[in-house]
């Protein structure tokens, strides 16, 4: 039988380093034998203590995690929370097909499987009445989300697609969320509610750089310039552009420009081969290859109060955005 090591005395730790010929001490001599020393419980945490008085807070305890408790959370998996992408159509210049194609490209992604939402933010409410609604005779429009605040699921109305409708009283929505602090981030604020239960949001723009529009740029992710192929159409760019710039720098600096689409092509013209070449020779890349054509389809549509996909599923209108919408999500996959 091992003879018992004395207990160590309290107070006798060596005073300097151990000489050469001395003998080790007590616990050198058991880690050099191989001998396991009993267990110490640290010091402050014995019975007798326990039972004397309760234990003290720390004050690590009153305040923030410390940073290795914080790893340690980090650690443990979180269902990943997926957020909408967000695609705004701007062009200041009227007439270029914003809304034919905010609303043909969304409806393009809901027949691939997606989840899309459509906002009408041009007080004209064409893309409202492209799905047959009456801006007129609406009581509830995305003016009540913007000056008032009401949740935007409250005006969301189902047709092909969602939609955020519009009314004639945006209108005036510049002037009345002219006092508003943060009036450039309205949008961007009702989209929260929202935008986990969507894939992608597409804005439709009034023909303007005004405070609308500058709402949509602040809550995108990306803009999809739709571009008449005529010259007077492609001189509105430069102001886009300035404007986009302004945008990155004060609101939204993840805004960026997804693609230029050439709208209305005629190509049995010179002008319009011309146009499209001098947009290529300026943007390269970010000229879409998809070619939205000119066809008497996408102005009978809207009568009927439906996209071209629904109005004329097998047609070369319809195919021209589904074109569009494989380019766009094979960006997406990039």
Do not use: W
């Amino acid at each position: 039988m091992e003879a018992a090591v004395p207990e160590k005395p309290e107070g006798d730790e060596p005073a300097g380093p151990v000489a050469a010929g001395d003998p080790p001490p007590p616990a050198v001599a058991e880690a050099s034998s191989g001998a396991v020393p009993p267990a110490t419980p640290p010091a402050g945490d014995t019975a007798e203590e326990d039972s004397e008085e309760p234990a003290r807070l720390r004050a690590r305890d009153l305040i923030a995690p410390s940073r290795h408790e914080a790893e340690e959370k980090a650690d443990e998996p979180e269902g990943e929370v997926k957020h909408a992408e967000v695609i705004a159509f701007a062009n200041q210049k009227g007439g270029v097909a914003k809304t034919t194609t905010t609303l043909n490209l969304a409806v393009a992604f809901a027949e691939s499987g997606h989840r899309v939402l459509c906002i009408d933010l041009d007080p004209q409410g064409n893309l409202t009445m492209s799905q047959g609604i009456d801006p007129d005779k609406v009581e509830k429009s995305l003016y009540d989300v913007l000056v008032h605040d009401m949740p935007i699921s409250e005006i969301i109305v189902k047709k092909e697609i969602d939609i955020a409708v519009a009314s004639i009283d945006l209108a005036g929505a510049e002037i009345a969320m002219s006092t508003k602090i943060g009036r450039e981030r309205s949008l961007e604020k009702a989209l929260k509610e929202v935008s986990a239960d969507y894939d992608f949001v597409c804005i439709d723009t009034p023909p303007s750089l005004g405070l609308l529009t500058i709402n949509a740029l602040t809550a995108a992710n990306k803009v999809i310039v739709p571009v008449q192929c005529e010259y007077l159409s492609m001189r509105g760019l430069v102001q886009l552009q300035n404007t986009l710039k302004m945008i990155q720098e004060n609101l939204n600096p993840d805004v960026r420009i997804e693609g230029i689409l050439p709208t209305m092509l005629d190509s049995r013209t010179v002008h319009a081969k011309e146009a499209v070449e001098i947009l290529e020779e300026n943007f390269g890349d970010l000229v879409f290859k998809s070619r939205i054509r000119k066809a008497i389809k996408f102005a009978e549509a809207p009568v009927k109060g439906s996209s071209v996909l629904k109005y004329d599923p097998q047609g070369n209108a319809a195919g021209y955005y589904r074109d569009l919408a494989k380019e766009v999500l094979a960006h997406e996959s990039a």
